[in-house]
């Protein structure tokens, strides 16, 4: 099950309708959208894209519109399963044979319980055994309340079942320092705190898993490569740039913010999402597009202008004043 993690991965939303159901045209839109702007796969069902409040049936969807698409564009797909339950966990991870396009799981370290270290260590040990797919471990201490130190997740590096990390632990402290500079080879390190995407890149993370970039997708592509090409300097103005955005769109509960910016820019339907969430505030909305407006100083040439004009076709009548806004607002940028 070996598996090269690298590059700019967006977890992507689930679109609703007005009427708060699935929409499933504006899901494949958006997935095309990024991987046409330099991302390199998408994941589904991550907590980005409110998959707890997703039915069986609309979950099943959302992964054979991504599996579809990631198909087609042969890029990488990426499925959130598991949960604080190891028995239910290796059941979810069983299911995904039924999508034969997904490369990896993205499986939270387990929350709410806080298991010892050592319970942890005994979890993943036990799914990587089992599942048909390889496992990005998601440690996020801010949603578990569990802090997994660097010499338990370098044990878990070693397990051949698990490919890697989305490390989102709220900065660079010192595990992530000695993590770091201890990895294996083909154990990756993605970047998955928005804000902190860049400096983890430049302590040698391979790639990021990163929200913020629904919006400016292709500087937040452009970030990961410069790093991953040595462009120390480019890549750290592109970082800086960038973070702002993140800070932005992470202002409230998120994905609230992001849908309300995509849903101005007329590439879904609504800014919806569900309870216990809130739809985002005005004021947080006119924030975060603001940012993404000056987030790209680069040229915008025909390669990167054909992709915009696809997706500009591809929008419902009523989205496409906003959507040709954009467009107008990436020439001039």
């Given amino acids: 099950m070996d598996l090269t993690l690298a590059g700019l991965y967006v977890p992507l939303v689930t679109p609703f309708s007005a009427d708060g159901q699935l929409a499933p045209d504006a899901l494949e839109g958006l997935a095309h959208g990024v991987i046409d702007d330099g991302a390199a796969g998408v994941v589904a069902l991550g907590t980005t894209g409110e998959a707890a409040t997703l039915t069986v049936s609309e979950r099943h969807c959302v992964l054979d519109i991504c599996a579809r698409v990631c198909r087609e564009r042969s890029a990488t797909l990426i499925a959130g399963a598991g949960s604080n339950d190891t028995r239910a966990s290796a059941q979810a991870l069983a299911e995904l044979t039924a999508w034969p396009v997904v490369s990896a799981a993205l499986t939270i370290v387990p929350y709410y319980t806080r298991p010892s270290e050592e319970g942890v260590v005994a979890h993943f040990t036990t799914l990587a055994a089992e599942s048909p797919v390889p496992l990005i471990i998601y440690n996020i201490p801010y949603r578990t309340g569990q802090v997994v130190g660097w010499r338990a997740l370098r044990r878990l590096a070693d397990l051949p079942g698990i490919a890697g990390i989305k490390h989102a632990v709220g900065g660079i402290d010192s595990d992530t320092v000695r993590l770091m500079a201890d990895r294996p080879e083909r154990f990756a390190v993605l970047a998955g705190d928005d804000m902190f995407a860049s400096p983890l890149l430049a302590l040698g993370a391979p790639g990021a898993i990163l929200a913020s970039a629904h919006l400016c997708t292709d500087s937040f592509a452009e970030m990961v490569h410069a790093w991953l090409g040595g462009q120390a300097d480019r890549a750290r103005a592109l970082g800086h740039r960038l973070a702002g955005l993140s800070e932005a769109l992470f202002a409230e509960p998120n994905p609230a913010v992001i849908k309300a910016a995509l849903h101005a820019q007329g590439r879904i339907p609504s800014p919806a999402v569900r309870l216990p969430l809130l739809a985002a ?31 500009l076709r591809s929008v419902t009548k009523s989205g496409r004043h906003a959507a040709m806004c954009l467009l107008t607002a990436s020439v001039r940028a």
């Fill in 281 to 311: 505030s005005p004021g947080a909305t006119r924030a975060a597009l603001r940012p993404s407006a000056s987030a790209r100083d680069t040229p915008f040439t025909m390669a990167q202008r054909a992709p915009a004009v696809g997706r």
